[in-house]
């Protein structure tokens, strides 16, 4: 019996060619069939191939493994199919001891294997497939289709009958379960193995990264790239004569060009430091390359053929896979596939495409050039960036050299198919295409490209390229935008560009302006019409002094000086105002308007006693309006807004607020292209992109600086409804001194000298509003009703305060309202002993202490303002102790507690001033 017989080992190339009447010999006879056999055998595995045809799957349930029907070739040439689905039910130990074939020994010795079987007739001992161990034991195994052939020799020859004697061949089909660790061998013959795709390593390109945005300067970013650039060159040349030595037999070369490659790109690497407008560029072509890269050996997966394969790589069996599968889809290293002679392949388009994109690699490499500084910047639709290049459009630094080999004949595979290369855009398209779709493609349909292409800007004045942009932009309704990005750090040497986000903030200032003109016209109306009422009145002789200094100087007079001065004051602090935003002047603003302010405050004091209003005069709005102080609050919020923006406008102030710039080469729909410059020439250096529009749109110069156009006359104003004389009214009356005595004549002398002073005290109150404005609002009250409290007379005010010889002007002024307001409540308290009160009197009284009260704390924190603590025989000290009586007969709880718990708090911020807080404790 012989074993291992396999057909394509003992080739025959001779036989007997027989004769008439010759008697055959058994040798004879053999050799020829053998002959026809291998040459059948030879047919299937060279001229077709071996493997897996089709079919041949395994499934596994609880009870069954089934194999589907198909068909397989083995590399003896051995046709192995199934005409139908088959059902193993049992499992058991299979012995190869006919056949003894070499791959299932292993040092001497059978590897463990077991055998499918439908049924256990031959097998009584046969394991069910549901008592085996389940889908964990079977997922450790491999399934093998077998044919164990082998020569058998009944000898059965008896007495001088030899009619049956001769050998059987058997070919027996058996599929085979083994554990998938025994299999390595197996695993290592395949033809699969010698697949080129596997002997190629992937190639990625690394991204150049910013951290930290430590880019401050053009070389920083040179080098930044130069360092990703040379790192790829150096893995491209480790890698080419690999594509070249594993894949030569496809390819066709006569000679390895990847030798010369890996020389240009070498050269190409070592030129960036002496031309730093082409790093970009050099990278982009890497990219390209890289990507070529790989998409050439994507395509070696499906596209080899061999040719002659070995008979002894797989000559008796076929591996049918894993019985249990871990990925449906992935390729299953345990099972062949079929692997195909050159005759069914040397027409497929995978093996051309092979070679296109081999072919596509050495043009890139021999055509790329960093392109020469040029007028022309163009705007090219593309495809998205992980599109496969040959469908993107063709970059800008590769070289077209004549019609014949150009870089588009071999760009795309499928437009070279169908001789549609010139129908490739790129920035050069003109120089092999006519065609209006590829040499003006904006003005054709771009719904289906989702990039752009940005070429021609390097090296160009920024502002120029900008404005070229997005002339290109607008010109054809494009779906991008574009910014500019200073390199350097040094914001002094920024371009000049609008700021972003800052056009509420200058409207604002406009309205600002606007509003100040209104109240200021308003000012100049009622100061003119104030002046003329009060020239024209005819009990001028009779006004009031009020505050006036000089007694010689009336109050007619006064008003006419101060009404032209103010005017004066409104007129240039107008004509600043009217100004655009950076031609106003925030200076003169400063300087003037307090002096406006200093003149109107002087005119509605001195003007206090003589006029009677419905509303709050402009005079008074003015004074109060502390809006003007707003300009300066503006002016920095937007100094400091502004160099925040100039800090964006730099690369690393935009790398902080946009971490996701890329260099693209240009920019995808939607996104915002980013020109680089150098603070040097103002020429671009380098291009990002986002892709997202960014930055807030520029603000519009003539919507924020347009003048106010106001009419400052008069007469104007005089028409204008929305002023505040033709919506109020007011009017100048005589002596209070006068009236007041024509009113209470009858009285008797004392009620009368009292009711003086309390004149007096009334016009104190005037006078001290604006040095003491913090209480004016209650000071009010008491001007309203003070004169109601007279009437029940007999009064005799005192000496509250003596002659407390106070240093500070503020607390005089605080001592003597104190002691006024105490003459008035001492008054209360005798009418409501004498049982003569009046809820007035309740009303005033809780006035002054509301009143007082405040004055109190003012005049405690001024002490406590001192560096130095107060001595018991200080003015300071009498003067709490003297308030101290006061405070004692107020009887508003919610005046005491005010009072009490502002001195608990300076108490709490008092230092070390003993003597100070004990004396405030007594409150």
Request: with cysteine.
């Amino acid at each position: 019996m012989e074993t291992n017989y396999i057909k394509l080992a003992n080739e025959i190339n001779s036989y007997t060619y027989f004769e008439k009447d010759q008697v055959l010999t058994s040798k004879q006879l053999n050799e020829i069939v053998q002959y026809l056999d291998v040459q059948n055998r030879l047919t299937r595995t060279k001229l077709f191939g071996a493997g897996i045809v089709c079919g041949l799957e395994l499934s596994l349930t609880k009870d069954f493994i089934t194999l589907s029907k198909g068909v397989s070739v083995t590399t003896d040439g051995d046709l192995l199919h199934f005409n139908e689905d088959v059902e193993f039910k049992f499992i058991t130990s299979f012995d190869d001891k006919n056949a003894k074939y070499p791959p299932f020994i292993s040092n001497n010795k059978q590897i463990e294997i077991f055998e499918l079987l439908t049924d256990n007739k031959k097998a009584p001992d046969a394991k069910l497939i549901s008592q085996f161990g389940g889908e964990d034991e079977f997922s450790k195994m491999a399934a093998v289709l077998y044919n164990e052939s082998f020569l058998f020799d009944p000898d059965i020859c008896t007495g001088n009958n030899c009619d049956n004697m001769g050998q059987i061949q058997n070919n027996n089909l058996k599929v085979l379960l083994i554990r998938k660790n025994l299999l390595i061998d197996l695993i290592s013959k395949m033809p699969d193995a010698q697949n080129p795709y596997h002997k190629i390593p992937d190639l990625f390109i690394e991204r150049v990264l910013f951290p930290d945005g430590k880019i401050n300067n053009q070389d920083q970013l040179v080098e930044a790239y130069h360092k990703v650039i040379k790192n790829t060159v150096k893995n491209l040349n480790d890698q080419f004569p690999k594509i070249y030595s594993n894949c030569a037999e496809i390819l066709d070369y006569k000679n390895d060009p990847t030798k010369a490659w890996g020389s240009r790109l070498k050269s190409i690497a070592e030129s960036i430091s002496s031309n730093d407008l082409g790093f970009q560029y050099v990278y982009d072509f890497l990219c390209d390359l890289i990507q070529t890269y790989s998409e050439f050996k994507e395509e070696l997966f499906d596209a080899m053929s061999f040719c002659s394969l070995d008979y002894k790589l797989f000559p008796k069996h076929v591996l049918l896979g894993s019985v249990v599968k871990e990925d449906e889809f992935a390729k299953d290293p345990f099972r062949h596939g079929f692997y195909r002679s050159p005759l069914l392949n040397s027409d497929d388009t995978k093996i051309q495409r092979v070679k296109y994109l081999f072919k596509r690699l050495e043009l890139m490499i021999e055509r790329f050039s960093v392109p020469k500084r040029t007028e022309t910047l163009k705007v090219t639709p593309s495809q998205s960036l992980n599109s496969k290049v040959g469908i993107k459009a063709i970059p800008y630094y590769y070289k077209f050299e004549g019609r014949e080999g150009t870089i588009n004949n071999f760009w795309n595979y499928d437009h070279s198919l169908r001789l549609k290369s010139n129908m490739i855009q790129s920035f050069n398209a003109a120089q092999y295409s006519d065609h209006p779709s590829v040499t003006r493609p904006l003005n054709f349909d771009l719904s289906a490209h989702e990039f752009f292409r940005v070429e021609g800007h390097m090296g160009k004045e920024v502002g120029q390229a900008e404005e070229d942009l997005n002339s290109i932009i607008k010109k054809y309704n494009l779906p991008i935008k574009v910014t500019t990005v200073q390199i350097e750090e040094d914001t002094r040497h920024l371009r000049p560009r609008p700021g972003y986000n800052l056009s509420w903030l200058k409207n604002y200032h406009y309205l600002l302006r606007r509003d100040m003109i209104d109240h200021l016209q308003n000012l100049k109306l009622f100061n003119n019409n104030l002046n003329n009422t009060i020239q024209e009145s005819p009990d001028s002789n009779n006004l009031p002094q009020g505050a006036l200094k000089d007694p010689s100087i009336n109050i007619t007079k006064y008003t006419k000086d101060s009404s032209k001065k103010l005017n004066d004051d409104i007129e240039a602090n107008v004509n600043n105002l009217k100004k655009g935003y950076s031609k106003f002047d925030h200076h003169t603003l400063k300087t003037k308007y307090p002096i406006l302010l200093e003149n109107a405050a002087s005119v509605n004091k001195n003007t206090k006693n003589v006029l009677y209003s419905s509303a709050f005069t402009p005079i008074e709005n003015i004074i109060s309006n502390s809006k003007f102080k707003w300009f300066d609050w503006i002016g920095t919020i937007l100094k400091e807004k502004e160099e925040d923006d100039k800090k964006k406008q730099t690369f690393k102030g935009f790398l902080s607020e946009h971490p996701g710039i890329d260099h693209t080469g240009g920019v995808s729909k939607g996104g915002t292209f980013v020109l680089v410059y150098s603070s040097k020439d103002k020429k671009v250096t380098a291009d990002f992109s986002l892709p997202y529009y960014c930055c807030e749109a520029e603000v519009d110069d003539k919507e924020i600086e347009r003048e106010i156009d106001v009419d400052n006359d008069i007469s104007v104003l005089i028409k204008d409804k929305t002023k505040w004389n033709n919506l109020n009214d007011f009017q100048v009356y005589i002596s209070k001194d006068f009236e007041f005595t024509e009113k209470f004549k009858n009285l008797d002398e004392k009620l009368f000298d009292f009711s003086g002073k309390i004149e007096m005290f009334d016009h104190k109150i005037a006078s001290q509003k604006d040095s003491l404005n913090v209480y004016s609002g209650n000071l009010d009250i008491l001007n309203g009703n003070i004169r109601q409290i007279i009437g029940g007379g007999g009064f005799k005010p005192g000496d509250f305060m003596g002659d407390i010889k106070l240093g500070d002007s503020h607390l005089k002024d605080s001592a003597g309202m104190l002691s006024r307001m105490n003459d008035i409540l001492d008054m209360l308290n005798e009418k409501e002993k004498g049982g003569r009160s009046t809820p007035n009197d309740a009303e005033v009284r809780k006035g002054i202490e509301k009143t007082a009260s405040d004055i109190l704390i003012s005049s405690f924190e001024k002490i406590n303002d001192r560096t130095s603590d107060i001595t018991d025989d200080s003015a300071e000290a009498e003067f709490i102790s003297k308030t101290k009586e006061m405070f004692d007969k107020f009887k508003d709880s919610a005046s005491k507690e005010k009072v009490r718990n502002n001195l608990t708090s300076l108490k709490n911020n008092s230092g070390n001033k003993n003597t100070f807080i004990k004396y405030i404790d007594k409150f």
